[in-house]
């Protein structure tokens, strides 16, 4: 905005520079005529005229000039209130696309958690099943074990038994 001060000031100072000059002029005019004062009243009727002509067009430059500086400073403020809107769209969409690449980031991160639980769960899983068929397997083999023992148990007791009930030789049926 300082920029736009500077041109305002600068525009001030040559506005009222052209103005001390046009009015310059108009002296200097009628310091140069001593012809037309030595004429008499008609002569200072119409250099009245002319004069008021001239402060006339001098207003009517001045009230141009105004207008023309009002329009540039318009046309300033204008094309600075553009260019901070600019720079704000450009700040807004780099902030979007900050947010979106963190929004995708930590979409990507939660697949990846959740394909890393899946995975532990699957994992697991398995360590179980194995486990239970290890403790299957090993349930079958100590039943197995419970019926060969108890299989020999009553193999050595069916021996003995028969040994104990075989009849002996008496002396009275073999007379």
């Known amino acids: 905005m300082s920029a736009a001060r500077a041109l305002r000031a600068a525009l001030l100072l040559l506005l009222a520079a052209a103005i001390t000059f046009s009015l310059a002029g108009c002296s200097e005019g009628s310091s140069k005529s001593p012809a037309a004062e030595a004429g008499g009243g008609t002569g200072a009727s119409e250099e009245g005229e002319e004069a008021a002509a001239e402060k006339q067009e001098e207003t009517t430059e001045a009230v141009k000039n105004r207008e023309l ?3 540039l400073e318009a046309k300033k403020r204008e094309e600075a209130a553009e260019t901070e809107a600019k ?3 450009r700040a807004a969409a780099e902030k979007a696309k900050k947010r979106e690449a963190k929004a995708k980031k930590a979409e990507q991160e939660a697949k990846q958690n959740e394909a890393q639980a899946v995975a532990k769960a699957n994992k697991q899983e ?10 299957r397997e090993a349930a079958k083999k100590r039943e197995a074990e419970v019926k060969k023992q108890e299989a020999e148990r009553a193999a050595t007791q069916t021996t003995t038994s028969t040994t104990t009930t075989l009849p002996v030789p008496s002396e009275e049926t073999g007379q």
């Open 69 to 71: 500086l009002s329009l």
């Open 87 to 89: 720079s704000t769209e």
């Open 126 to 135: 398995a360590e179980l099943k194995a486990e239970a068929t290890k403790q």
